[in-house]
């Protein structure tokens, strides 16, 4: 029975005595989905609390840590994800933080055993005797059986750049997703919804309504100068900026203000 006490994507848990209420009421099976690094504004729930009740109620814990997960390779960052070992299983997206092709998303679970749901034989891919023979069967990995070979490019980055390139990407966009939001907080005209938790900065124009920050964000877009994401916070609408490109330089982001400036005159 799939467990859903925030809406979806939308919310990270910060009181988790909703969930302990539900887990005590709910009939098992139970498997609670936690997030680390929620879409709309990064923010990462509070595992351990959470992996407490789940082992306290006995239910499973899965963690969608697509967008923060490899905070785990900053030694800068990897303390908000303190808890993520303790899930069942995991997925982690090497798109987003990482730069790989969509196609690499991973789930990962701490025994191979876990994966056994996965496994099918069928005699033209892999016969048992072939299997037995040592020949490889990726049925039992993967859903799917039809794949480019994604694992080569994500192989090549791991090589090329190895954990310490990969991580210092990573730091530089967190940086500078803090350096756009202290941009946004001093500025009179704009203000910030917190401080970044990964690389995501909600924002708004003072004064506005959620008609201006909508038309805003699309006016933006309809002139092809910038695409700006919108999340729903707090009760009102924010603008989003998700910093994923570790080639954004600051003064691109001076651009970005100033052309936000150029369109909230009221
Ligand atoms: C991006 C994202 C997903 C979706 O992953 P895809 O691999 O793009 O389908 C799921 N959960 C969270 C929290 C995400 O940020």
């Known amino acids: 029975l799939p467990l859903s006490i925030r809406r979806q994507r939308q919310m990270c848990i910060r009181d988790s005595a909703p969930l302990a209420d539900a887990l005590a009421t709910t009939p098992g099976p139970t498997l609670v989905t936690a997030t680390a690094g929620t879409t709309d504004a990064g923010l990462i729930d509070p595992l351990p609390a959470i992996a407490d009740l789940c082992d306290h109620h006995g239910a499973d814990l899965h963690i969608d840590a697509a967008y923060g997960g490899l905070l785990a390779l900053s030694p800068h960052h990897r303390h908000k994800l303190t808890g993520l070992g303790r899930a069942h299983s995991l997925t982690i997206d090497l798109h987003k933080l990482g730069w790989q092709p969509v196609a690499a998303g991973l789930l990962t679970v701490p025994d191979t055993a876990l994966l056994a749901p996965l496994a099918h034989q069928a005699d033209y891919l892999n016969a048992t005797d072939d299997t037995e023979a040592g020949l490889p069967d990726l049925l039992g990995r993967s859903l799917r059986t039809t794949r480019r070979p994604d694992a080569l490019k994500i192989a090549t980055t791991l090589r090329s ?106």
């Open 161 to 266: 750049l190895g954990r310490d390139g990969l991580t210092h990407l990573i730091d530089h966009t967190c940086k500078l997703a803090h350096h756009l939001a202290r941009l946004l907080d001093a500025h009179p005209r704009f203000e910030l919804h917190a401080p970044p938790t990964i690389s995501t900065v909600l924002f708004r124009p003072t004064h506005a309504t959620d008609d201006d920050v909508a038309t805003l964000r699309r006016t933006l877009l309809h002139q092809g100068r910038a695409v700006l994401g919108r999340t729903h916070a707090d009760g009102r609408l924010w603008l989003k900026a998700t910093l994923l490109n570790p080639h954004t330089t600051a003064g691109d982001l001076d651009t970005l203000i100033a052309l936000l400036e150029g369109s909230t005159h009221r």
